[in-house]
């Protein structure tokens, strides 16, 4: 268990995210679409045709909700694969689809959030910054910071470069998650 790294991100926008999304598999250069539909049978707020025949959107109903669609193709160094869209206009909620390796069922979930405007996240931020300045001990591992902000940098290059696949070799970065959980209880 634990994280491996991350060996390659390539960032996608408009155009190029739709012909990732017909491709229809990691290989061609988009993504499983039976992970797209799983992920998306999970929102609570997902766009509705404006009709009575059926809840999921078409192709069609999605490009023309969607304005700015978005899409990061990330490459672990274990040989996981894992695409993170920003869909404004379909969606307005978090949501994961998975499929483990050697089972063909898909897996989803909704992440609940706390509700807009949300204040919460930086008084979480604060409070574990607090509990280091207290302890002198992060109370998770950096790692996990030095890798969340590689990826975001590799992924706005490969956005700024039009879509140009990145090898990130200094994203070689591991570590074990702790196994008390981080989320904000207060």
């Known amino acids: 268990g634990g994280e491996t790294g991350i060996t ?5 926008r408009g155009d190029s995210v739709w012909k990732a ?5 990691w290989g061609a250069g988009g993504w499983d679409p039976k992970l797209f539909e799983a992920c998306l049978s999970r929102s609570h707020i997902l766009h509705q045709p404006e009709s009575f025949s059926h809840r999921y959107p078409t192709p069609q109903q999605i490009r023309e909700w969607v304005k700015d669609p978005v899409a990061y193709r990330l490459e672990y160094a274990d040989g996981l694969k894992g695409t993170m869209m920003l869909m404004n206009g379909l969606v307005g909620d978090f949501n994961l689809a998975v499929r483990l390796k050697g089972d063909n069922n898909y897996l989803s979930t909704l992440y609940q959030l706390p ?10 931020l604060m409070s574990k910054a607090e509990e280091m300045f207290l302890t002198g001990k992060a109370p998770y591992p950096i790692e996990r910071t030095l890798l969340t902000s590689g990826m975001v940098e590799a992924a706005m290059h490969s956005l700024h470069r ?3 696949r990145m090898t990130t070799p200094w994203l070689n970065v591991t570590y074990e ?10």
């Open 115 to 124: 509700p807009n405007p949300n204040v919460v996240y930086s008084a979480a």
């Open 177 to 186: 998650a702790p196994q008390e959980s981080q989320f904000f209880q207060k």
């Open 8 to 12: 390659a991100i390539q960032g996608l």
């Open 162 to 164: 039009n879509g140009e």
């Open 21 to 25: 999304m017909e491709a229809g598999n």
